[in-house]
């Protein structure tokens, strides 16, 4: 593990000096997720550098990181006490950062059955627009009057401020883990995913690939043990390689240069008509569609069972990444904009082009 490094002062130094001159600043770190979001106009502002473990109690189960910390160098230590980060966070390469990980939002095949990267933020500390260092939250779980503003930098792509520390609930390694796997149709698959959903059943990963649903079962060896006995299939060892592969695109199914889009709906929702090859991760919840469909017929499509959809990779537009706002909702969104950033210095079109 590289050196700890504290560079808050000279970030918020460029901060300072960017807002004064209204200059916008694209915020760098691994870069690993790059392809994720819009086009950004500006000046680079390497976050890269500022990193190290701040904090680190196992007992507490809790974790605070400068925001450059290359991710995997925080799992090696959480390994290290036989803990993970819960919400199985991609990395998309060996350069992703927790700062990247958290302002992308983004989570693993984990995330139905024991929560988001979202749920796992703790506290964070910022640079906001006016260059003045902000801390939100702590290390502690409790209850939130108002915005919870730690967590609502999930997400943001940076659009907020600049992150320089992050605390984590991080959670023990499963005692046993096995995965399953049967042969379903997709219709049949999405039942009875959401059928054992609703049963006191270990399961911490289900996903169909269009031919077969595997399912992964975690947690003490008695209990997985009464799953298998319960929810059936075939084991073998090899399987639980498939959630990496999932997980970090590696996956057959993602080997392709069409436009890859994130469908997140309702876990229930039936099989979609649309043209294009489907994988169903998070027991129905998020659909990855592979498509050259309109972008309007593809967003239609998910709106009609209250759903939304993103142009996640291979966007021939990058300005029409993220599924459009309503009225209120993007009021909302310019106003937190306006609140944290209000000179758009941060990542300027990343997240939506008037952001």
């Not at 916008?24 to 550098?49: C, H, R, V, W």
């Not at 991080?170 to 883990?177: H, T």
């Not at 059943?201 to 947690?219: E, H, N, Q, V």
Request: proline share 7%.
């Amino acid at each position: 593990m590289k050196r700890a490094c504290d560079k808050s002062a000279e970030l918020q130094e460029a901060v300072v000096s960017a807002a004064a001159l209204s200059r916008p600043l694209n915020l760098t770190a691994g870069n690993s997720k790059s392809f994720y979001g819009g086009e950004i106009q500006g000046m680079p502002l390497a976050l890269d550098g500022h990193r190290g473990v701040v904090n680190y109690e196992p007992k507490e189960l809790v974790l605070t990181a400068r925001a450059g910390t290359p991710l995997h160098e925080i799992e090696a230590v959480l390994a290290q006490q036989k803990q993970m980060l819960a919400f199985e966070p991609p990395h998309f390469g060996n350069r992703a950062t927790l700062g990247g990980t958290i302002a992308c939002g983004l989570s693993g095949p984990r995330r139905p059955y024991t929560g988001s990267a979202r749920d796992f933020v703790l506290g964070v500390r910022i640079i906001n627009g006016n260059g003045e260092i902000l801390r939100f939250g702590g290390e502690v779980m409790k209850n939130v009057a108002g915005y919870d503003v730690s967590r609502l930098m999930c997400g943001s792509l940076g659009t907020l401020g600049v992150l320089l520390e992050v605390s984590l609930k991080v959670l023990p390694i499963p005692e046993c883990e096995v995965t399953l796997v049967q042969e379903r149709s997709a219709a049949e698959a999405i039942a009875v995913v959401n059928r054992w959903a609703s049963q006191p059943l270990p399961i911490t990963a289900a996903c169909y690939d269009g031919l077969k649903l595997y399912l992964r079962l975690s947690g003490e060896p008695e209990a997985v043990t009464a799953g298998k006995s319960l929810v059936g299939g075939t084991e073998a060892p090899e399987l639980n390689r498939i959630w990496f592969e999932i997980r970090e695109h590696q996956y057959a199914f993602f080997n392709s240069g069409a436009p890859l889009w994130r469908l997140s709906l309702p876990p229930q929702t039936p099989p979609l008509e649309l043209a294009g090859k489907q994988l169903i991760d998070w027991g129905g919840a998020q659909r990855w569609l592979l498509s050259d469909a309109p972008a309007g017929t593809i967003r239609n499509a998910v709106e009609a069972h209250d759903g939304h959809a993103t142009l996640f990779r291979n966007a021939e537009n990058r300005n029409d990444v993220f599924h459009p706002l309503a009225g209120a909702l993007n009021s909302l969104h310019l106003q937190l904009k306006r609140a944290f950033d209000p000179k758009a210095i941060f990542n300027p079109g990343r997240l939506y082009p008037d952001f």
